[in-house]
């Protein structure tokens, strides 16, 4: 969970890595200040995105409450791409190996704003509260933002979703 | 109340999250249900969620856990001292 909220602001393996390990520890050092009033994975998770910033801010340069101010400033084309042919096994779809890296790639280049939101709502299934919480906006920017997120991921992957586009409604699995 | 495909595709997040009211829903089921392309939008957004939650999408890095517990083994020690 910390690794990947690290990895979602860093966008860099090691620098994630050795921001987990430094989030790890100041949620070890101040344990004491941990009180309850948020989900301990919260608090651990706003931890590492504090963290996150403040690799983010000594790489970049950036001001200080420069992430923090960014908003919706994406005007454009959130509408999902269409699909038509959808005869293919979804199995085997999801199995496929290029699928994952492209999923991969694709969320890597979102802008910061909406990758932040996926993952913490659809990798670590923070509930949208929590998410609300940890990124220190509000509830209905989070849902916007993840919406917005969806939609570019969708359109971006429908050219390896259209040859082997799904059966209708086959997965449910997650409680979503 | 009928909708167009626009309408359904502005709610389909939170369609998936169970997030829209009773009466929305009912009517984005009586659009999917003649709506092809919708169907497909709603799937294919759906399934890029499963593959997101897969472990396989995004693995820790090898070795990661192994690493972790190292550097907090060393802090805990020099904590002690």
């Given at each position: 969970?910390?690794?990947?909220?690290?990895?979602?602001?860093?966008?860099?393996?090691?620098?994630?890595e050795?921001?987990?390990q430094?989030?790890?520890?100041n949620?070890?050092?101040?344990?004491?200040?941990?009180?309850g009033d948020?989900?301990?994975s919260?608090?651990?998770?706003?931890i590492a995105i504090n963290?996150g910033r403040?690799?983010?801010?000594?790489?970049?340069g950036?001001?200080?409450?420069?992430?923090?101010e960014?908003?919706?400033?994406?005007?454009?084309?959130?509408?999902?791409?269409?699909?038509t042919?959808?005869?293919?096994i979804?199995?085997e779809?999801?199995?496929r190996k290029?699928?994952?890296e492209?999923?991969?790639?694709?969320?890597?280049?979102?802008?910061?704003i909406?990758?932040?939101?996926f993952?913490?709502r659809d990798?670590?299934?923070l509930n949208?509260?929590e998410?609300a919480?940890?990124l220190?906006?509000n509830?209905g920017a989070?849902?916007?933002?993840?919406?917005?997120a969806?939609?570019?991921?969708?359109k971006?992957?429908?050219?390896?979703?259209?040859?082997?586009a799904?059966a209708?409604r086959?997965?449910?699995?997650?409680?979503? | 109340?009928?909708l167009?495909?626009?309408?359904?595709?502005?709610?389909?997040s939170?369609y998936?999250?169970?997030?829209?009211?009773?009466?929305l829903?009912?009517?984005i089921?009586?659009?999917?249900?003649?709506c092809?392309?919708?169907?497909?939008?709603?799937?294919s957004?759906?399934?890029?969620?499963?593959?997101?939650a897969d472990?396989?999408t995004?693995?820790?890095?090898?070795?990661?856990?192994?690493?972790?517990?190292?550097?907090l083994r060393?802090?805990?020690?020099?904590?002690?001292?």
């Amino acid at each position: 969970m910390v690794y990947l909220t690290l990895f979602s602001i860093l966008k860099n393996e090691t620098e994630a890595e050795d921001g987990a390990q430094e989030s790890m520890i100041n949620a070890y050092r101040h344990l004491a200040s941990f009180r309850g009033d948020a989900k301990f994975s919260t608090w651990l998770t706003t931890i590492a995105i504090n963290e996150g910033r403040k690799r983010l801010r000594k790489t970049k340069g950036q001001a200080e409450d420069s992430i923090e101010e960014q908003i919706e400033e994406h005007e454009g084309d959130f509408t999902p791409a269409p699909l038509t042919d959808w005869r293919e096994i979804p199995l085997e779809a999801l199995e496929r190996k290029e699928l994952r890296e492209a999923l991969r790639v694709a969320v890597t280049e979102l802008p910061d704003i909406y990758r932040q939101v996926f993952i913490l709502r659809d990798l670590e299934e923070l509930n949208i509260e929590e998410t609300a919480q940890a990124l220190a906006i509000n509830p209905g920017a989070v849902k916007v933002r993840l919406h917005r997120a969806r939609m570019m991921l969708q359109k971006r992957l429908v050219p390896y979703l259209k040859t082997t586009a799904p059966a209708r409604r086959a997965f449910f699995g997650r409680a979503l | 109340m009928k909708l167009d495909c626009k309408h359904v595709w502005e709610h389909i997040s939170e369609y998936i999250d169970n997030t829209v009211d009773a009466k929305l829903r009912e009517d984005i089921e009586l659009h999917l249900e003649h709506c092809e392309i919708c169907s497909a939008i709603l799937d294919s957004t759906r399934n890029i969620l499963v593959l997101t939650a897969d472990d396989r999408t995004f693995e820790l890095p090898v070795g990661y856990s192994k690493r972790l517990h190292e550097r907090l083994r060393e802090e805990i020690e020099k904590s002690k001292h």
